[in-house]
């Protein structure tokens, strides 16, 4: 009998190798595109950001930490004094601001906007994301267009404010950093709305109630109550919006005029009319760097989570 029970252990067993042999081989495809198409390009600015600039663009293949270097600090060409990168750290500085911001305000939109949905009857909720989803079938640079006709001197906004005598002279709104906060939120404020519904969806909306029964105040239901069992949509939605923000390339590049430069705007600065490659690939691996820790961040704070609710 134990003989038996043996052969069938050791069958198994085998089995499951060979299943694993064969999903790794069915995997195998997608891994190597992934390596390629992905891996790939990163390891090459990874190489590129440790050699140096070619005069006229490109790189000369000598090891040098001048790109690093210069992605903070920077020698001055007269006393050859070091001075940090004023320019650079100012870029590092709006880009994390106006992607703090863009997330906030998205927060602040996608919250009612997801409740709202989530409070619908069944029936009706698909065609309300279907309203939400269909930005995402324009696209990027048609969407920061239409944005531009809304808040440009001539737009619509200032149109109709002056139209309504609230204003007496349009409002500067483009090319500032309000202009692209606004275009960005406008963006990707649906990568903020779907994961705050399907956290509100999941909502036990009769603990609410319960709250209410308890002559809880709305503001205390939704501090107390709501807000925290959402709070994973919270931090998904945040993540999604706050990392595609921090490297925007469109939408500061037409909102902002070429003046109000971002993360992104800055690397294609290098890469084409500064012609310094490895300052270009240092700064890509420094925004590289920056996503990682954003998202170790939420790892983290998933697995806290998910600790603490087991």
């Not at 109709?160 to 275009?183: F, K, S």
Request: charged share 15%; glycine share 6%; hydrophobic share 50%.
């Amino acid at each position: 009998m134990n003989d038996v029970s043996q052969s069938l252990s050791d069958y198994e067993q085998a089995a499951r190798q060979q299943e694993t042999r064969r999903n790794w081989l069915l995997c195998t495809p997608a891994l190597v595109v992934l390596v390629l198409a992905a891996s790939g390009p990163l390891l090459v600015m990874l190489f590129y950001s440790f050699l140096k600039s070619g005069n006229y663009g490109g790189v000369i293949y000598e090891f040098s930490l001048d790109g690093w270097f210069n992605v903070i600090l920077v020698r001055d060409i007269f006393d050859d004094v070091l001075r940090f990168a004023d320019a650079h750290l100012s870029v590092f500085w709006r880009s994390i601001k106006l992607s703090a911001m863009t997330t906030i305000t998205c927060v602040i939109i996608g919250f009612p906007t997801a409740y709202f949905i989530a409070t619908r009857p069944r029936r009706s909720r698909n065609f309300w994301l279907f309203l939400i989803t269909i930005p995402f079938w324009t696209n990027l640079l048609i969407r920061t267009f239409a944005i531009l006709e809304l808040i440009r001197n001539n737009g619509v906004i200032n149109n109709l404010l002056m139209d309504l005598w609230l204003i007496d002279e349009p409002i500067q709104i483009m090319y500032t950093d309000t202009a692209i906060m606004i275009g960005m939120t406008y963006v990707y404020l649906p990568l903020m709305i779907l994961p705050l519904y399907a956290s509100m969806e999941k909502l036990d909306f009769q603990l609410v109630e319960a709250a209410y029964d308890l002559y809880a105040t709305r503001i205390r239901v939704l501090r107390r109550v709501i807000i925290p069992l959402i709070k994973p949509g919270i931090v998904a939605g945040s993540i999604l919006v706050f990392i595609p923000s921090l490297g925007a390339f469109v939408t500061p590049r037409v909102l902002g005029g070429g003046k109000n430069l971002m993360l992104g705007n800055l690397i294609q600065l290098q890469f084409d009319q500064g012609q310094n490659w490895p300052l270009g690939a240092a700064l890509s691996i420094t925004l590289l760097a920056i996503v990682m820790v954003t998202l170790l961040v939420y790892v983290r704070y998933s697995q806290r989570s998910g600790g603490q609710d087991g």
